[in-house]
């Protein structure tokens, strides 16, 4: 069946470092893609989508490129900042629901 | 435009006890979905709603789990009894979309069950 992997956290990063989360899927059909992000004791908030291949998604200074030929999702930001310390789910959307990865928690120190 | 919004927030039980949780999709939202989502891992879909009916509860334990969304909009959610592996956070999430191709769904703020 349809299924996410996400890289394994915790990630622990310096303020303004680079950021890469990597995300792979395996999916019948065409899924859109979905990063969410989880806040301490808060719920999923939506980060960034792309519905088809080569899209490139973005949010936040977030992006993400929905690449076909490698099945991948990635999680980028250029620079991060402690506020950004959270944990980020990658998702696919396939027959009307949501498949998650197990979520990767990124901590920034400053 | 509000939120998902769910209640209570946070609910210890013994195990065996019964409890019940609450949830009222943003306005207009044809679709609602429970999710349990077990520390360290990704939230796993219980039950999907399509106006009042159910559209998916293939992952529903349904000896002891439950969920009705009467009229179409709020939800309730119910475990009878509980156990230990039960304790999670149990997020509701709502969705304009009525078809399976593009499916954002918007989450509420979860209720955090723990069972003793």
């Known amino acids: 069946g349809d299924s996410v992997t996400q890289m394994e956290g915790p990630v622990t990063l310096s303020e303004e470092a680079f950021l890469t989360i990597n995300c792979t899927y395996t999916?019948?059909?065409?899924?859109?893609l979905f990063w969410y992000v989880q806040y301490p004791g808060e719920g999923l908030q939506l980060l960034l989508k792309a519905t088809k291949a080569d899209d490139k998604g973005s949010n936040k200074g977030f992006e993400a490129t929905y690449r076909k030929e490698t099945t991948s999702f990635h999680l980028e930001k250029g620079s991060v900042q402690v506020s950004d310390s959270a944990v980020y789910f990658c998702?696919?959307?396939?027959?009307?629901?949501?498949?998650f990865g197990q979520g990767t928690e990124l901590s920034v120190k400053p | 435009e509000a939120g998902v919004a769910q209640s209570p927030r946070y609910k210890i039980i013994e195990k065996r006890q019964s409890v019940a949780f609450w949830c009222n999709p943003i306005s207009g939202h044809a679709t609602l979905y429970w999710y349990q989502q077990i520390l360290g891992q990704g939230p796993k879909l219980l039950i999907q709603?399509?106006?009042?009916?159910?559209?998916?509860d293939s992952q529903l334990p349904k000896d002891r789990f439950s969920a009705e969304r009467l009229k179409g909009v709020d939800s309730t959610l119910k475990i009878q009894p509980a156990k230990l592996e039960d304790s999670a956070v149990y997020l509701c999430?709502?969705?304009?979309?009525?078809?399976?191709?593009?499916?954002?769904?918007?989450f509420g703020p979860g209720t955090r069950l723990t069972v003793l």
């Open positions: 999916a019948t059909g065409y899924p859109s």
């Open positions: 999430a709502s969705s304009p979309a009525t078809t399976p191709s593009y499916n954002e769904q918007f």
């Open positions: 998702a696919l959307s396939g027959a009307g629901k949501l498949i």
């Open positions: 709603f399509q106006n009042n009916g159910v559209v998916d």
